[in-house]
């Protein structure tokens, strides 16, 4: 079981970048997928979860309207893409997949703990 990011980089404030998460091992849609990220000296946070019973995805307040999930079942790859980038949103970007159809929460996001699979992350730096 594998996932890997990539797309990362370097943009100024206003940019997009799409970010890609390619997953071997397992098929992709029958899982909730995350996305989180980290910046430095924080904790890690949910970006974003895409519930495999329904295929709802679910943001946090700070990227939703500018950012947005989408996959493409043939390569088994989810994207985060991401539009009008904040110097906030700099961070190492994480996805993640759970084996388990988790408890859905008010926020739709789920917690770190209950993801199973962890990509390496990728970089995003957004300068001001």
């Known amino acids: 079981v594998q996932l890997v990011e990539s797309g990362g980089g370097l943009v100024q404030a206003g940019g997009s970048l799409r970010l890609s998460c390619a997953a071997s091992?397992?098929?992709?849609?029958?899982?909730?997928i995350g996305w989180f990220r980290q910046a430095p000296g924080k904790s890690r946070e949910g970006v974003s979860n895409t519930r495999s019973v329904d295929h709802s995805t679910y943001y946090a307040n700070s990227v939703k309207g500018r950012f947005t999930v989408s996959s493409d079942n043939a390569k088994n790859t989810v994207y985060l893409q991401m539009n009008d980038l904040k110097p906030e949103d700099t961070a190492v970007y994480y996805c993640a997949a759970s084996t388990t159809i988790g408890y859905l929460y008010s926020s739709g996001l789920r917690p770190v703990h209950e993801y199973d699979y962890w990509g390496q992350g990728t970089q995003v730096t957004v300068s001001s």
């Open positions: 091992g397992f098929t992709v849609d029958d899982h909730d």
